[in-house]
């Protein structure tokens, strides 16, 4: 997708110039400028504040260019357009930016998953046996983390935040 572009083109259907938009996005026109004339890469962060100064939601920015976001599965569309997924979906970005593969990602969200069923099923998991005594939960420590994660594991709404929206 041509980003700068589509600030540009969305900017002129509202008739805002580049200073007036800038301003509504609580950005510098520089800043703004620089990515119309693709200078600079804008963070999620930045079309997210771009966006809202525009009126329209994240996913209607990247929808319009192409219809492949309407073939997605409905369970990722409903992911992808929930606000509240956003920080989910910008710590998966976070990690893409770092380096990690999706297979990484997903193992790591698998182990987490699995951790968590573990933990619902037979109390809490600790690692770090290894660990120095005076780096080691005491048992009163332990005991109330293990009092308030099965408290909200034991409760049947609860889901895995990257699951709550995902039809089962």
Same mark, same amino acid.
């Given at each position: 997708m041509d980003v700068p572009?589509?600030? $540009?083109?969305?900017?002129?259907?509202?008739g805002h110039s580049t200073n007036k938009l800038a301003k509504l996005a609580g /950005?510098?026109?520089?800043?703004?400028?620089?990515?119309e004339i693709g200078q600079k890469q804008p963070t999620i962060y930045t079309i997210e504040k771009i966006c809202s100064a525009?009126? $329209?939601?994240?996913?209607?920015?990247?929808?319009?260019?192409?219809q492949d976001l309407l073939q997605l599965p409905p369970e990722i569309?409903?992911? @992808? @357009?929930?606000?509240?997924?956003?920080?989910?979906?910008?710590?998966?970005?976070?990690?893409?930016? %770092?380096?990690?593969?999706?297979e990484v990602?997903?193992?790591w969200l698998t182990s987490?998953?699995?951790?968590?069923?573990?933990?619902?099923?037979?109390? @809490?998991?600790w690692g770090g046996e290894d660990l120095e005594e005076s780096q080691k939960y005491t048992k009163q420590?332990?005991?109330?983390? /293990?009092?308030g994660l099965n408290k909200k594991l034991n409760d049947p709404n609860f889901k895995p935040p990257w699951? %709550?929206?995902n039809v089962e």
């Amino acid at each position: 997708m041509d980003v700068p572009a589509r600030i $540009i083109e969305l900017r002129k259907q509202k008739g805002h110039s580049t200073n007036k938009l800038a301003k509504l996005a609580g /950005i510098g026109q520089s800043t703004l400028r620089e990515i119309e004339i693709g200078q600079k890469q804008p963070t999620i962060y930045t079309i997210e504040k771009i966006c809202s100064a525009l009126g $329209i939601e994240l996913y209607e920015f990247f929808a319009a260019e192409s219809q492949d976001l309407l073939q997605l599965p409905p369970e990722i569309w409903k992911l @992808v @357009v929930d606000k509240n997924n956003y920080d989910l979906l910008k710590q998966i970005q976070a990690m893409k930016n %770092k380096g990690y593969s999706n297979e990484v990602i997903i193992e790591w969200l698998t182990s987490l998953e699995n951790t968590l069923e573990n933990i619902k099923t037979s109390g @809490v998991f600790w690692g770090g046996e290894d660990l120095e005594e005076s780096q080691k939960y005491t048992k009163q420590e332990k005991q109330e983390i /293990i009092e308030g994660l099965n408290k909200k594991l034991n409760d049947p709404n609860f889901k895995p935040p990257w699951k %709550k929206n995902n039809v089962e």
